[in-house]
């Protein structure tokens, strides 16, 4: 049976079997919406192309969608979308079909909208039609709103760790999770408060190491072991931004020295002011036995507990401690801490990128160091006993 949403025109092709094979798929529930399906976009139906920035696995643009269907605009309210072009996309190969499989499988109002699949026709690089969110991420939302009370800071918490379950619970792992891969949209339910659509998923195929070096769980630094665990230390390293509005070790460059003292057990300084709850569930996920780590769906249940308390319950024991932390915010102390300003290293970058072979390298070689001394200790003990 035939779906209603593909295109009536059915002549259009993207000129690759494979992708017309994919985009097939994708249209042939016949219960989906025009928000729900992805399809072939030709190049030209877009203008003002606009570069916004570089990922860690293409370039971001912004565009108009000329021809953009009248459902998917009454949803986006505008017909501009993001282009997020894939670097030597040029061929398509099976992993990157993977990779379109895994998005669209994830699709949900917590996850980017993803449109279709378009190609440079210049670059030949294929690109990814989103949902453009003119609100932009999660770490130019803070740096713009440093005083956002606790139920705010707890509805985008929720909403991000909503969208992560739902990826997890296809038994995928996100892999690049970090404040510019999480956009920042309306509410859905309440337009009062401002809630995180999670970015499209990063490379699940790549056996190499890739994110934003902060928010990278230590066992990949040296073992390049990519885990859902993994995910929930990112999980813990952004709900410190959350909760501190400022950037990981921004003050130091991203380099292997870093990764080592990470790997130590280095992590940023935590507020004061911060409540007790928020920061034994913070220190849980940045654990560094991928173990000891809470899963997605403990976080949302335990911080949908949270927002439902400010909400409805203010005597509950957890609304007690984010109501007198938002009330400690007014102390000058407490400013002190959200406002202070550090000068950024220009080697802190947070854009997502390859882990340099040298940060395991480094990892790997203090690990003997402190291996042979706890020997030579262990062998010097028994020899004076």
């Known amino acids: 049976m035939q779906n209603n949403n593909i295109c009536s025109d059915c002549r259009w092709t993207s000129g690759n079997n494979d992708v017309d094979k994919f985009l097939q798929m994708t249209q042939s529930d016949e219960n989906a919406n025009e928000c729900e399906i992805w399809r072939w976009i030709d190049y030209n139906k877009f203008k003002n192309i606009e570069y916004l920035a570089e990922g860690g696995f293409g370039s971001i643009w912004k565009a108009e969608w000329i021809d953009m269907p009248k459902e998917v605009f009454k949803i986006c309210k505008s017909n501009q979308v993001a282009l997020k072009k894939l670097k030597n996309s040029q061929e398509i190969s099976s992993e990157f079909l993977e990779e379109l499989t895994s998005n669209f499988q994830c699709c949900n109002k917590y996850v980017s909208s993803i449109f279709g699949i378009t190609q440079d026709l210049m670059a030949k ?189 203010e005597k509950a024991e957890d609304s007690h401690m984010f109501l007198n932390a938002e009330q400690k915010m007014q102390d000058e102390d407490i400013n002190e801490d959200l406002f202070s300003v550090e000068i950024t290293h220009p080697e802190a970058n947070v854009v997502s990128e390859l882990l340099p072979s040298d940060f395991s390298d480094s990892v790997t070689e203090v690990q003997s160091i402190l291996n042979n001394f706890s020997n030579q200790s262990l062998s010097l003990y028994h020899t004076n006993k």
């Open 125 to 313: 690089e294929y690109a990814i039609v989103l949902r453009y969110m003119k609100n932009g991420n999660l770490r130019d939302f803070l740096n713009q709103n440093k005083s956002l009370p606790w139920i705010e800071r707890l509805w985008l918490l929720n909403s991000f760790i909503r969208g992560l379950k739902v990826i997890h619970d296809k038994g995928f792992v996100h892999r690049d999770l970090h404040p510019g891969n999480l956009m920042i949209t309306e509410s859905y339910i309440n337009s009062k408060y401002k809630f995180i659509r999670l970015g499209d998923l990063g490379n699940e195929t790549s056996s190499e190491a890739f994110g934003v070096l902060p928010y990278i769980g230590p066992e990949i630094v040296i073992k390049y072991q990519c885990s859902q665990a993994s995910d929930m230390y990112s999980v813990g390293m952004i709900m410190w931004i959350i909760s501190t509005g400022k950037t990981p070790f921004d003050n130091c460059a991203y380099d292997s020295k870093l990764a080592v003292d990470i790997f130590n057990g280095l992590r940023p300084k935590i507020n004061k002011g911060t409540p007790q709850c928020y920061v034994e569930l913070m220190e849980k996920c940045w654990h560094k036995d991928p173990s000891e780590r809470p899963n997605a769906e403990m976080i949302s249940n335990i911080s949908e507990s949270w927002v439902d308390g400010l909400l409805y319950d």
